[in-house]
């Protein structure tokens, strides 16, 4: 399996800012992270629409805590 291009964190903070652009009825702006990271815009949107499951199954973990 290969593993994510975003790290734990990353993919946290890019969910955050979705949360934050739904609670407003906004878009989710995330061109200065794509920069900041080096990460292609096909990378964060793919995160957005369909997840990390990966990930989404620690964030559950930890929350469960």
């Not at 989404?56 to 929350?63: R, T, V, Y």
């Amino acid at each position: 399996m290969k593993e994510p291009r975003l790290t734990l964190e990353q993919y946290k903070q890019l969910l955050e800012r979705k949360a934050e652009a739904e609670k407003y009825g906004e878009r989710v702006q995330y061109k200065d992270l794509r920069d900041a990271w080096g990460i292609s815009q096909s990378v964060l949107g793919t995160a957005l629409r369909r997840g990390i499951k990966k990930y989404d199954i620690q964030i559950w973990k930890e929350g469960r805590r």
